[in-house]
Every structure is written in C-alpha cells, then in structure tokens.
C-alpha cells in the first residue's frame, strides 16, 4: 500500500527536524570548546603577567 502525501511529508518533515537538531549540537559544541579555550589562553596569560608583575617587584626590590 503506498503511502500518502502526508506521511511521506511527515517522514521528511521528521528527518529534517532531526538535521536541524544535530546541526545545532554541533554548532553548540563547537562553540563551547572555542569558549574553553579561550578560557584557558585568558587563564594562562594572566598567570604570565602576574608573574612578570611579581619578577619585575622582585628585581625592584634587590637594586
């Protein structure tokens, strides 16, 4: 029995939600990994300059 217009628009209806939802995941994804990383390049630059800050009072301190 074939099927109707309907089901089959259903059906097609269905699988492009279904793509639509997985494109959003992984554009989700992605952006939650490049916030880490930025997270983690901001993190380790901070470490640097609060570590050049406390060189440069330390090199202050003995002159």
Known sequence: ???????RAEEQFAA????????????????RERA???????ALRLAKEA???KAAQDAGAET
């Open 1 to 7: 029995m074939p099927k109707s217009a309907r089901s």
């Open 16 to 31: 492009t939600q279904k793509k639509a939802k997985q494109d959003l995941e992984e554009k989700e994804m992605a952006r």
């Open 36 to 42: 880490d990383q930025i997270a983690r390049l901001r």
């Open 51 to 53: 570590a050049d800050k």
